[in-house]
């Protein structure tokens, strides 16, 4: 149940990331190098967020430390050296804004505030400001959280 809980964490993040593109995609024609950047940027960030959620979904809790550390350290290396191929590829052929693209490799983590700054406003204490009861106790039962637990 976890596994399945986590995969669609996961899709849900990759999901808002691929939203993010879609101004850039718009301003596409009249500001190219920003846009582009922009867009290549949050594409090695999503890459980067699945392979990392991927490695770390993969890994047995009951395997030795040595075997984790080793899926763990190969798992680093290929993350980054991917981002540095990429990087060099896209700073070498594509030529974008560098700032843009910069902020684009951030889209992941900007991606996971925007998806908690969401759960905190629908189903945290300020919930009730922004939806109704009847919507903020369904999506209470939805995440599993017990109302007695919030009450404690």
């Known amino acids: 149940m976890m596994i399945n809980e986590n995969k669609k964490f996961v899709f849900t993040i990759l999901i ?8 850039a995609i718009i301003m596409l024609i009249p500001d190219f190098k920003n846009s582009i ?4 940027g949050s594409v090695a960030s999503a890459v980067n967020f699945w392979f990392l959620a991927h490695k770390t ?24 050296a991917f ?10 052929y594509v030529r974008p804004n ?3 693209y910069c902020l684009g490799l951030f889209s992941a983590q900007f991606s ?16 009730k400001y922004f939806i109704s009861e ?19």
């Open 37 to 40: 950047g922009w867009i290549m």
């Open 57 to 80: 979904t993969a890994l047995n809790p009951e395997a030795g430390r040595k075997s984790v550390a080793a899926i763990m350290s190969k798992a680093f290396i290929l993350r980054y």
């Open 112 to 127: 996971l505030f925007i998806y908690h700054i969401y759960i905190l406003l629908t189903t945290g204490t300020l919930g």
């Open 16 to 23: 808002i990331i691929l939203l993010t593109n879609i101004p």
């Open 98 to 100: 560098i700032l843009a």
């Open 83 to 92: 981002l540095i191929v990429w990087s060099l590829f896209v700073m070498l």
């Open 134 to 152: 009847e919507e903020s106790s369904e999506k209470v039962e939805d995440r599993g959280y017990d109302e007695e637990k919030e009450e404690n």
